[in-house]
Protein backbone atom coordinates (compact mmCIF):
# COMPACT_ATOMS: atom_id res chain seq x y z
CA UNK A 1 0.00 0.00 0.00
CA UNK A 2 2.06 2.56 0.96
CA UNK A 3 4.37 1.70 -1.77
CA UNK A 4 1.48 2.70 -4.05
CA UNK A 5 2.05 6.51 -2.33
CA UNK A 6 5.89 6.25 -3.29
CA UNK A 7 4.70 5.64 -7.10
CA UNK A 8 2.55 8.70 -6.88
CA UNK A 9 5.60 11.10 -5.42
CA UNK A 10 7.80 10.02 -8.09
CA UNK A 11 5.64 10.40 -11.05
CA UNK A 12 4.54 14.00 -9.29
CA UNK A 13 8.49 14.86 -9.54
CA UNK A 14 9.23 13.46 -12.64
CA UNK A 15 6.02 15.50 -14.36
CA UNK A 16 7.90 18.96 -12.16
CA UNK A 17 11.29 18.14 -13.63
CA UNK A 18 9.78 17.88 -17.12
CA UNK A 19 8.01 21.20 -16.71
CA UNK A 20 10.31 23.63 -15.35
CA UNK A 21 13.30 21.89 -17.14
CA UNK A 22 13.59 24.84 -19.73
CA UNK A 23 13.36 27.29 -16.67
CA UNK A 24 17.09 29.24 -16.21
CA UNK A 25 18.93 27.26 -13.60
CA UNK A 26 18.99 29.43 -10.17
CA UNK A 27 21.32 30.73 -7.92
CA UNK A 28 21.31 28.09 -5.30
CA UNK A 29 23.04 30.16 -1.99
CA UNK A 30 26.29 32.56 -1.95
CA UNK A 31 27.31 33.91 0.52
CA UNK A 32 26.52 37.57 1.71
CA UNK A 33 27.97 40.83 2.01
CA UNK A 34 26.31 42.75 4.78
CA UNK A 35 24.75 45.09 4.39
CA UNK A 36 22.43 44.06 1.24
CA UNK A 37 21.27 46.50 -1.34
CA UNK A 38 17.81 45.09 -2.35
CA UNK A 39 14.66 46.72 -3.26
CA UNK A 40 11.73 46.24 -0.46
CA UNK A 41 7.99 45.92 -1.17
CA UNK A 42 5.20 46.01 1.41
CA UNK A 43 4.76 43.28 3.04
CA UNK A 44 8.94 42.89 3.14
CA UNK A 45 8.81 41.31 -0.73
CA UNK A 46 12.25 41.23 -1.07
CA UNK A 47 13.76 42.06 1.81
CA UNK A 48 16.67 39.85 2.90
CA UNK A 49 16.33 39.15 6.55
CA UNK A 50 19.55 36.09 7.35
CA UNK A 51 21.80 33.94 5.84
CA UNK A 52 20.64 30.15 6.35
CA UNK A 53 21.58 27.03 5.63
CA UNK A 54 18.11 25.65 6.60
CA UNK A 55 16.16 25.27 3.54
CA UNK A 56 15.39 27.12 0.28
CA UNK A 57 12.51 27.15 -2.08
CA UNK A 58 13.19 28.25 -5.56
CA UNK A 59 9.87 29.86 -6.85
CA UNK A 60 10.52 29.60 -10.99
CA UNK A 61 11.43 25.88 -10.47
CA UNK A 62 9.75 25.33 -8.12
CA UNK A 63 12.30 23.80 -5.60
CA UNK A 64 11.52 23.21 -1.82
CA UNK A 65 15.16 21.74 -0.46
CA UNK A 66 15.76 21.05 3.18
CA UNK A 67 18.92 21.22 4.33
CA UNK A 68 20.37 20.62 0.61
CA UNK A 69 17.51 17.46 0.37
CA UNK A 70 14.70 18.04 -2.41
CA UNK A 71 11.24 17.37 -1.08
CA UNK A 72 10.03 14.85 -3.32
CA UNK A 73 12.71 12.80 -2.45
CA UNK A 74 12.15 13.35 1.24
CA UNK A 75 8.43 12.75 0.50
CA UNK A 76 8.75 9.48 -1.02
CA UNK A 77 12.38 7.82 1.47
CA UNK A 78 11.87 9.93 4.86
CA UNK A 79 9.58 10.38 8.41
CA UNK A 80 9.25 12.96 9.55
CA UNK A 81 11.02 12.18 12.74
CA UNK A 82 14.04 11.97 10.65
CA UNK A 83 13.25 15.41 8.42
CA UNK A 84 12.95 17.37 11.94
CA UNK A 85 16.13 15.63 12.96
CA UNK A 86 17.40 16.93 9.47
CA UNK A 87 16.02 20.63 9.98
CA UNK A 88 17.35 21.20 13.82
CA UNK A 89 20.82 19.44 13.17
CA UNK A 90 21.67 20.13 9.96
CA UNK A 91 22.28 16.24 8.54
CA UNK A 92 20.36 13.27 7.73
CA UNK A 93 20.78 10.77 11.12
CA UNK A 94 22.33 7.74 11.26
CA UNK A 95 20.65 4.49 12.84
CA UNK A 96 21.70 5.47 16.27
CA UNK A 97 21.30 9.12 16.32
CA UNK A 98 17.74 8.89 14.26
CA UNK A 99 16.57 5.94 17.46
CA UNK A 100 17.94 8.02 20.22
CA UNK A 101 16.00 11.04 18.64
CA UNK A 102 13.18 9.43 18.65
CA UNK A 103 13.43 7.54 21.54
CA UNK A 104 13.43 11.21 22.90
CA UNK A 105 10.40 12.48 21.15
CA UNK A 106 8.37 9.21 22.44
CA UNK A 107 9.45 10.07 26.03
CA UNK A 108 8.53 13.73 25.95
CA UNK A 109 5.42 13.06 23.50
CA UNK A 110 3.48 11.52 26.95
CA UNK A 111 2.91 14.54 28.63
CA UNK A 112 3.51 14.61 32.49
CA UNK A 113 0.59 14.44 34.84
CA UNK A 114 1.12 18.15 35.75
CA UNK A 115 0.60 19.43 32.27
CA UNK A 116 -1.77 16.97 31.34
CA UNK A 117 -3.96 18.49 33.82
CA UNK A 118 -2.77 22.14 32.59
CA UNK A 119 -3.76 21.33 29.41
CA UNK A 120 -6.91 20.14 29.99
CA UNK A 121 -7.94 22.51 32.46
CA UNK A 122 -7.88 25.36 29.22
CA UNK A 123 -11.17 26.06 28.35
CA UNK A 124 -10.68 24.57 25.06
CA UNK A 125 -13.35 24.65 22.24
CA UNK A 126 -14.97 27.79 23.02
CA UNK A 127 -13.05 29.41 19.99
CA UNK A 128 -10.82 27.96 17.13
CA UNK A 129 -8.37 25.16 17.42
CA UNK A 130 -5.38 27.24 16.97
CA UNK A 131 -6.04 29.39 20.13
CA UNK A 132 -6.87 26.26 21.85
CA UNK A 133 -3.29 25.44 20.49
CA UNK A 134 -1.62 28.84 21.11
CA UNK A 135 -2.81 28.84 24.75
CA UNK A 136 -1.71 25.05 25.63
CA UNK A 137 1.95 25.84 24.49
CA UNK A 138 2.04 28.90 26.74
CA UNK A 139 1.14 26.61 29.14
CA UNK A 140 3.43 24.22 28.81
CA UNK A 141 6.15 27.25 28.87
CA UNK A 142 4.79 28.38 32.38
CA UNK A 143 5.23 24.70 33.52
CA UNK A 144 8.62 24.28 32.23
CA UNK A 145 11.89 24.92 34.52
CA UNK A 146 14.27 25.81 31.77
CA UNK A 147 11.71 27.55 29.88
CA UNK A 148 13.70 30.98 29.94
CA UNK A 149 17.37 29.38 29.69
CA UNK A 150 17.91 31.04 26.17
CA UNK A 151 20.66 29.27 25.96
CA UNK A 152 21.03 27.63 22.12
CA UNK A 153 21.46 23.97 23.94
CA UNK A 154 18.77 24.69 26.50
CA UNK A 155 16.19 26.33 23.78
CA UNK A 156 17.43 23.10 21.52
CA UNK A 157 16.26 20.98 24.02
CA UNK A 158 12.61 23.31 24.21
CA UNK A 159 12.50 22.51 20.22
CA UNK A 160 12.93 18.59 20.94
CA UNK A 161 10.14 18.90 23.43
CA UNK A 162 7.41 21.52 21.26
CA UNK A 163 8.02 18.64 18.15
CA UNK A 164 6.88 16.05 20.59
CA UNK A 165 4.33 17.54 22.38
CA UNK A 166 2.32 19.51 19.42
CA UNK A 167 1.01 16.38 18.41
CA UNK A 168 -0.56 15.97 21.63
CA UNK A 169 -2.11 18.74 22.35
CA UNK A 170 -3.42 19.19 19.02
CA UNK A 171 -5.41 15.55 19.38
CA UNK A 172 -6.54 16.73 22.90
CA UNK A 173 -8.09 20.04 21.57
CA UNK A 174 -9.35 17.96 18.87
CA UNK A 175 -11.64 15.36 21.13
CA UNK A 176 -12.48 18.02 23.27
CA UNK A 177 -14.05 20.26 20.94
CA UNK A 178 -16.65 17.39 20.67
CA UNK A 179 -16.63 16.07 24.80
CA UNK A 180 -14.44 13.07 23.62
CA UNK A 181 -12.67 11.45 26.20
CA UNK A 182 -8.42 13.12 25.00
CA UNK A 183 -5.35 10.12 24.75
CA UNK A 184 -2.59 10.18 25.87
CA UNK A 185 0.65 9.47 23.28
CA UNK A 186 1.64 6.54 22.17
CA UNK A 187 5.06 6.49 22.00
CA UNK A 188 5.36 2.95 19.86
CA UNK A 189 3.65 4.34 16.80
CA UNK A 190 5.50 7.10 14.61
CA UNK A 191 4.65 10.62 15.48
CA UNK A 192 2.40 10.70 12.41
CA UNK A 193 0.25 7.46 13.28
CA UNK A 194 0.10 8.82 16.88
CA UNK A 195 -1.36 12.10 15.57
CA UNK A 196 -4.14 10.46 13.33
CA UNK A 197 -4.28 8.09 16.59
CA UNK A 198 -5.02 10.82 19.43
CA UNK A 199 -7.64 12.83 17.07
CA UNK A 200 -9.47 9.89 16.04
CA UNK A 201 -9.49 7.56 18.47
CA UNK A 202 -9.07 5.11 16.06
CA UNK A 203 -5.43 2.86 15.33
CA UNK A 204 -4.67 4.32 11.96
CA UNK A 205 -4.37 2.29 9.08
CA UNK A 206 -0.54 1.96 7.08
CA UNK A 207 -1.88 3.87 4.29
CA UNK A 208 -3.08 7.10 6.42
CA UNK A 209 -0.41 6.57 8.94
CA UNK A 210 2.20 7.67 5.93
CA UNK A 211 0.12 9.76 4.44
CA UNK A 212 -0.02 11.88 7.57
CA UNK A 213 4.01 11.48 7.54
CA UNK A 214 4.17 12.43 4.06
CA UNK A 215 1.97 15.92 4.67
CA UNK A 216 3.86 16.46 7.93
CA UNK A 217 7.35 16.50 5.88
CA UNK A 218 5.83 18.67 3.25
CA UNK A 219 4.86 21.28 5.31
CA UNK A 220 7.70 21.15 7.85
CA UNK A 221 9.52 24.17 6.94
CA UNK A 222 9.30 26.69 4.00
CA UNK A 223 11.66 30.00 3.99
CA UNK A 224 11.11 32.94 5.50
CA UNK A 225 7.55 33.19 5.61
CA UNK A 226 4.95 34.79 8.15
CA UNK A 227 5.10 32.46 11.10
CA UNK A 228 8.81 31.47 10.53
CA UNK A 229 9.68 35.50 10.85
CA UNK A 230 7.16 35.91 13.23
CA UNK A 231 9.20 33.60 15.90
CA UNK A 232 12.70 34.25 14.65
CA UNK A 233 11.49 38.25 15.37
CA UNK A 234 10.32 36.64 18.79
CA UNK A 235 13.23 34.81 19.87
CA UNK A 236 15.57 37.42 18.60
CA UNK A 237 14.46 40.30 21.56
CA UNK A 238 16.22 36.79 23.39
CA UNK A 239 12.67 36.16 24.81
CA UNK A 240 11.82 32.15 24.98
CA UNK A 241 11.26 29.15 22.46
CA UNK A 242 8.02 28.97 24.00
CA UNK A 243 7.17 32.91 23.37
CA UNK A 244 8.86 32.63 19.86
CA UNK A 245 6.46 29.39 18.86
CA UNK A 246 2.99 30.87 20.32
CA UNK A 247 3.66 33.72 18.06
CA UNK A 248 4.24 31.44 15.28
CA UNK A 249 1.18 29.57 16.23
CA UNK A 250 -0.83 33.01 15.76
CA UNK A 251 0.81 34.35 12.33
CA UNK A 252 0.02 30.77 11.11
CA UNK A 253 -3.53 30.51 12.09
CA UNK A 254 -4.57 33.68 9.63
CA UNK A 255 -6.16 32.33 6.31
CA UNK A 256 -3.79 33.86 4.16
CA UNK A 257 -1.63 31.34 5.75
CA UNK A 258 -1.75 28.35 6.96
CA UNK A 259 -5.31 28.99 7.87
CA UNK A 260 -6.12 28.60 3.84
CA UNK A 261 -6.06 24.82 3.90
CA UNK A 262 -9.51 25.05 6.18
CA UNK A 263 -10.70 27.88 3.95
CA UNK A 264 -10.39 25.96 0.89
CA UNK A 265 -12.28 22.99 2.04
CA UNK A 266 -14.96 25.47 2.98
CA UNK A 267 -14.88 27.27 -0.51
CA UNK A 268 -14.75 23.58 -2.55
CA UNK A 269 -17.85 23.23 -0.16
CA UNK A 270 -19.65 26.47 -0.87
CA UNK A 271 -19.47 25.50 -4.75
CA UNK A 272 -21.13 22.16 -3.98
CA UNK A 273 -20.79 20.63 -7.38
CA UNK A 274 -18.27 20.41 -10.49
CA UNK A 275 -21.22 21.81 -12.49
CA UNK A 276 -21.02 24.95 -10.27
CA UNK A 277 -17.25 25.29 -10.22
CA UNK A 278 -17.54 27.70 -13.58
CA UNK A 279 -20.18 30.56 -12.63
CA UNK A 280 -18.56 30.22 -9.17
CA UNK A 281 -15.11 31.43 -10.71
CA UNK A 282 -16.45 34.22 -12.68
CA UNK A 283 -18.26 35.61 -9.83
CA UNK A 284 -15.26 35.54 -7.69
CA UNK A 285 -13.35 36.77 -9.98
CA UNK A 286 -16.24 39.67 -10.66
CA UNK A 287 -16.05 40.55 -6.98
CA UNK A 288 -12.16 40.98 -6.89
CA UNK A 289 -12.27 37.60 -4.14
CA UNK A 290 -9.00 35.35 -3.85
CA UNK A 291 -9.37 31.80 -4.52
CA UNK A 292 -8.04 30.15 -1.09
CA UNK A 293 -5.15 27.80 -1.95
CA UNK A 294 -3.99 29.58 -5.16
CA UNK A 295 -0.94 32.23 -5.39
CA UNK A 296 2.24 32.75 -3.39
CA UNK A 297 4.84 35.51 -2.18
CA UNK A 298 7.68 32.70 -3.66
CA UNK A 299 6.22 30.24 -6.03
CA UNK A 300 5.65 31.60 -9.70
CA UNK A 301 5.66 27.95 -10.54
CA UNK A 302 3.52 24.85 -9.52
CA UNK A 303 4.46 24.62 -5.94
CA UNK A 304 6.32 21.34 -5.52
CA UNK A 305 4.08 20.46 -2.22
CA UNK A 306 0.59 20.52 -4.38
CA UNK A 307 2.01 18.48 -6.77
CA UNK A 308 2.56 15.59 -4.62
CA UNK A 309 -0.63 16.30 -2.55
CA UNK A 310 -2.75 16.28 -5.73
CA UNK A 311 -2.39 12.64 -6.07
CA UNK A 312 -2.79 11.91 -2.77
CA UNK A 313 -5.62 13.72 -2.91
CA UNK A 314 -6.84 11.24 -5.46
CA UNK A 315 -5.86 8.00 -4.21
CA UNK A 316 -7.59 9.24 -0.79
CA UNK A 317 -10.69 10.83 -1.88
CA UNK A 318 -11.78 7.18 -3.60
CA UNK A 319 -12.65 6.09 -0.28
CA UNK A 320 -16.15 8.67 -0.09
CA UNK A 321 -18.48 9.77 -2.66
CA UNK A 322 -18.32 13.28 -0.96
CA UNK A 323 -14.93 13.76 -0.80
CA UNK A 324 -14.88 12.43 -4.86
CA UNK A 325 -17.19 15.16 -5.24
CA UNK A 326 -14.89 17.86 -3.83
CA UNK A 327 -11.69 16.68 -5.10
CA UNK A 328 -13.63 16.71 -8.74
CA UNK A 329 -14.63 20.17 -7.98
CA UNK A 330 -10.60 21.03 -6.77
CA UNK A 331 -9.94 19.94 -10.23
CA UNK A 332 -12.07 21.76 -12.05
CA UNK A 333 -11.58 24.81 -10.39
CA UNK A 334 -7.65 24.48 -10.62
CA UNK A 335 -8.01 24.23 -14.18
CA UNK A 336 -10.12 27.23 -14.24
CA UNK A 337 -7.59 29.56 -12.07
CA UNK A 338 -4.49 27.86 -14.09
CA UNK A 339 -6.20 29.00 -17.39
CA UNK A 340 -6.39 32.88 -16.38
CA UNK A 341 -4.52 33.51 -13.56
CA UNK A 342 -1.46 31.10 -14.03
CA UNK A 343 -1.07 32.79 -18.05
CA UNK A 344 -1.48 36.30 -16.27
CA UNK A 345 0.15 36.22 -13.00
CA UNK A 346 1.95 32.84 -12.61
CA UNK A 347 -0.62 31.96 -9.97
CA UNK A 348 -1.46 27.95 -9.23
CA UNK A 349 -2.11 25.79 -6.10
CA UNK A 350 -0.04 25.95 -3.64
CA UNK A 351 0.43 23.29 -0.63
CA UNK A 352 -3.29 24.49 1.17
CA UNK A 353 -5.59 23.79 -1.96
CA UNK A 354 -5.12 19.30 -1.74
CA UNK A 355 -3.98 19.30 1.84
CA UNK A 356 -7.56 19.62 2.90
CA UNK A 357 -9.61 16.88 0.82
CA UNK A 358 -6.62 14.58 1.99
CA UNK A 359 -7.29 15.24 5.77
CA UNK A 360 -11.02 15.53 5.03
CA UNK A 361 -10.81 12.15 3.56
CA UNK A 362 -9.05 10.57 6.78
CA UNK A 363 -12.24 12.35 8.32
CA UNK A 364 -10.46 14.54 10.09
CA UNK A 365 -12.41 17.96 10.57
CA UNK A 366 -11.86 21.04 8.71
CA UNK A 367 -11.34 23.54 11.90
CA UNK A 368 -8.26 20.89 12.56
CA UNK A 369 -6.37 21.43 9.40
CA UNK A 370 -4.16 24.67 10.75
CA UNK A 371 -3.38 22.89 13.90
CA UNK A 372 -1.60 19.61 11.96
CA UNK A 373 0.31 22.58 9.93
CA UNK A 374 1.65 23.68 12.80
CA UNK A 375 2.28 20.53 14.68
CA UNK A 376 4.87 19.86 11.45
CA UNK A 377 5.61 23.56 11.15
CA UNK A 378 7.02 23.93 14.18
CA UNK A 379 10.26 21.78 13.17
CA UNK A 380 11.16 24.77 10.73
CA UNK A 381 10.48 27.29 13.59
CA UNK A 382 12.57 26.15 15.89
CA UNK A 383 15.01 25.10 13.38
CA UNK A 384 15.50 28.58 12.24
CA UNK A 385 14.85 29.95 15.83
CA UNK A 386 17.88 28.25 16.40
CA UNK A 387 20.34 28.92 13.82
CA UNK A 388 19.20 32.63 14.06
CA UNK A 389 20.32 32.43 17.93
CA UNK A 390 23.60 31.79 17.08
CA UNK A 391 24.44 34.92 15.45
CA UNK A 392 21.50 36.90 17.13
CA UNK A 393 21.02 40.64 16.34
CA UNK A 394 17.50 41.67 17.42
CA UNK A 395 15.31 42.39 14.28
CA UNK A 396 14.60 45.88 14.54
CA UNK A 397 13.12 47.69 10.78
CA UNK A 398 11.37 50.77 10.48
CA UNK A 399 8.66 52.62 9.20
CA UNK A 400 8.54 55.75 7.23
CA UNK A 401 5.94 58.31 8.62
CA UNK A 402 4.13 59.47 6.45
CA UNK A 403 1.26 61.69 9.12
CA UNK A 404 1.27 65.29 9.56
CA UNK A 405 4.71 66.94 11.51
CA UNK A 406 4.52 68.70 14.62
CA UNK A 407 1.26 69.85 14.94
CA UNK A 408 0.05 72.18 17.61
CA UNK A 409 -1.58 70.02 20.85
CA UNK A 410 -5.62 71.53 20.62
CA UNK A 411 -6.78 71.48 24.41
CA UNK A 412 -10.21 68.98 24.63
CA UNK A 413 -12.75 72.24 24.86
CA UNK A 414 -11.13 73.75 21.51
CA UNK A 415 -11.38 71.00 19.86
CA UNK A 416 -14.19 70.59 16.63
N1 LIG B 1 -6.74 34.40 -6.11
C1 LIG B 1 -6.87 35.42 -7.00
N2 LIG B 1 -5.92 36.35 -7.21
C2 LIG B 1 -4.80 36.25 -6.50
C3 LIG B 1 -4.58 35.21 -5.56
C4 LIG B 1 -5.61 34.28 -5.38
N3 LIG B 1 -5.48 33.27 -4.50
N4 LIG B 1 -3.38 35.36 -4.99
C5 LIG B 1 -2.85 36.46 -5.54
N5 LIG B 1 -3.70 37.00 -6.44
C6 LIG B 1 -3.48 38.20 -7.25
C7 LIG B 1 -3.74 39.44 -6.40
O1 LIG B 1 -5.08 39.86 -6.49
C8 LIG B 1 -2.78 40.43 -7.01
O2 LIG B 1 -3.34 40.91 -8.20
P1 LIG B 1 -3.08 42.43 -8.68
O3 LIG B 1 -1.59 42.51 -8.93
O4 LIG B 1 -3.91 42.55 -9.91
O5 LIG B 1 -3.52 43.31 -7.56
C9 LIG B 1 -1.57 39.59 -7.39
O6 LIG B 1 -2.10 38.26 -7.61
C10 LIG B 1 -0.50 39.53 -6.30
O7 LIG B 1 -1.15 39.09 -5.09
P2 LIG B 1 -0.74 39.54 -3.64
O8 LIG B 1 -1.85 39.26 -2.71
O9 LIG B 1 -0.20 40.94 -3.69
O10 LIG B 1 0.46 38.57 -3.39
P3 LIG B 1 1.21 38.35 -2.01
O11 LIG B 1 2.55 37.86 -2.37
O12 LIG B 1 1.11 39.56 -1.15
O13 LIG B 1 0.33 37.23 -1.28
C11 LIG B 1 -0.67 35.15 -0.86
C12 LIG B 1 0.58 35.87 -1.38
C13 LIG B 1 -0.35 33.70 -0.68
C14 LIG B 1 -1.03 35.75 0.52
C15 LIG B 1 -1.81 35.35 -1.86
O14 LIG B 1 -1.50 34.71 -3.08
C16 LIG B 1 -3.14 34.85 -1.31
O15 LIG B 1 -3.81 35.60 -0.60
N6 LIG B 1 -3.54 33.60 -1.64
C17 LIG B 1 -4.75 33.02 -1.09
C18 LIG B 1 -4.49 32.53 0.34
C19 LIG B 1 -3.63 31.29 0.35
O16 LIG B 1 -3.87 30.34 -0.38
N7 LIG B 1 -2.64 31.30 1.26
C20 LIG B 1 -1.75 30.16 1.46
C21 LIG B 1 -0.36 30.47 1.02
S1 LIG B 1 0.71 29.04 0.89
C22 LIG B 1 0.86 28.37 2.45
C23 LIG B 1 1.27 29.30 3.50
O17 LIG B 1 2.20 30.08 3.37
O18 LIG B 1 0.65 29.23 4.54
Redesign the pocket.
Known amino acids: MTDQIKELIKAAKERAVKETDSEPEPALTSAVDWPVDCKVGL?L?GAVACETTIGYVNGSKGWLIYRGLDCFELSEFSTFEETSYLLIFGKLPTQKELDEFKAKLGKYRVLTQEEWDAVNALPLGKGHPMSDLRSAVSVLGLLDPTSEDTSVEAETEVAIKLIAKLPVITGIVARTRHGEKPLQANPDLSLAADLVRMMSGNEPTEEDARVMDVCLILHAD?GM??STFTSMVVNSSLSDMYSSIVAGIGS?KG????G?NE??LKTLEEIGSPDNVDAWYKKAREQ?R????????VYKAYDPRARVLHPLAELLSKRDPKIQSLYEIAVKLESA?ISE?GKE?K?FP???FYSGIVYAAMKIETEMFTPIFAVSRVAGWTARVLEYLKKNRIFRPRGIYVGPAREEYVPIDKRG
Open positions: GEHNALPLHGAAVKKVMGFGHRVLKINVD
